[in-house]
């Protein structure tokens, strides 16, 4: 049976009590509109810990003005359905009053890693991540914490904020988990229509395309970055934003693959932003 808890301070008194038994805990922050990606973070964190806090919460300060708030996709109802399948102990569900204060004046900032990539289009938006992330690990104190390597950039972001600010949680990455025909799953994908999300396909596709010249031996960064924008060029409804490969540690620009990178893309499809990547290993 998966309880809902609504109030902050209630979630933070529940899970100490069972963390004083000697439990351990892991938690699974999320958005909602759960997909199959979210289960298999929520499946590795039931595996791992004795209990399993998911989050929901679709946090508003890591939204910007233009950005798609107010439409986020919500389902709740079958969202708990999910999360009482895979035996979730305890879904925290937060009004966003309750998370912020009117007057709040603290946030946490990550100032290297977030500032390409998509923290170039998306101003605030990993200082509204690491802010609420750091807000649920304060509240839950898991052992242990569950991110999509899907947010690559986010994933290395917090990684960062928790080795800088020593907080005592070990972040476990998950695979991307994608569509039988190689669309990485998204809540966001419920915007695409079937033009749009035939388009969309051309971002795996892509990566894909790289990824073979890359095992033929191609180490060139410039040609590896065209030969995923000549794949994406194939359908005028897919407008890159950016196209990156970058050292998978430090996210620093490079000119020749030495060791392992990333390969990062985001790309405009109508009015649908969708992400992706890869990492291409020597
Ligand atoms: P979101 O609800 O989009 O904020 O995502 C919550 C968590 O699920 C994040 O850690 C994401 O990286 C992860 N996630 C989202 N989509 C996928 C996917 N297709 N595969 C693996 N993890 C994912």
């Known amino acids: 049976m998966t309880v809902v808890v609504k109030d902050p301070r209630a979630l933070y008194l529940k899970v100490r009590e069972e963390r004083m038994k000697g439990r351990e805990v892991g938690l699974v922050p ?29 946090n508003p300060i890591q939204f910007g003005p233009s ?28 009004e966003p009053e309750a998370m912020y204060r009117q007057d709040r004046s603290v946030f946490v900032d990550e100032t290297v890693l977030s500032r390409d990539l998509c923290g170039a289009s998306r101003p605030g938006h990993f200082r509204g991540v690491c802010t609420v992330v750091l807000k649920l690990f304060n509240l839950v104190g898991p052992n242990r914490a569950y991110f999509g390597q899907k947010d690559y950039q986010q994933l290395k972001v917090i990684q960062r904020m928790v080795r800088d600010l020593d907080v005592p949680v070990e972040i476990r990455p998950c695979p991307i988990v994608r569509e039988a025909d190689g ?11 079937a033009e749009e999300r035939e388009a969309g396909l051309l971002l795996s596709a892509s990566l894909a395309a790289a990824q073979l010249i890359f095992a033929d031996g191609e180490r060139n960064v410039a040609r590896l970055k065209g030969e995923v924008e000549s794949v994406l060029g194939r359908n005028r409804l897919a407008d890159p934003e950016y196209v990156e490969i970058r050292d998978a540690e430090t996210l620093e620009t490079l000119e020749k693959i030495e060791g392992t990178a990333l390969l990062a893309l985001a790309v405009r499809v109508g009015r649908t932003r969708l992400i992706d990547n890869c990492l291409l290993e020597v």
Do not use: Q, W
């Open 67 to 94: 950005e798609d708030l107010d439409c986020y996709p919500r389902d709740l109802e079958s969202d708990l359905a999910l999360l009482e399948e895979e035996g979730v102990d305890i879904l925290f569900h937060p």
């Open 30 to 58: 999320t958005m909602g509109f759960l997909h199959e990606g979210h289960r298999s973070l929520v499946k590795k964190c039931r595996e791992e810990n004795d209990l399993a806090v998911v989050s929901i919460f679709v």
């Open 183 to 193: 669309l990485a799953k998204s809540s966001r994908n419920a915007y695409l229509s």
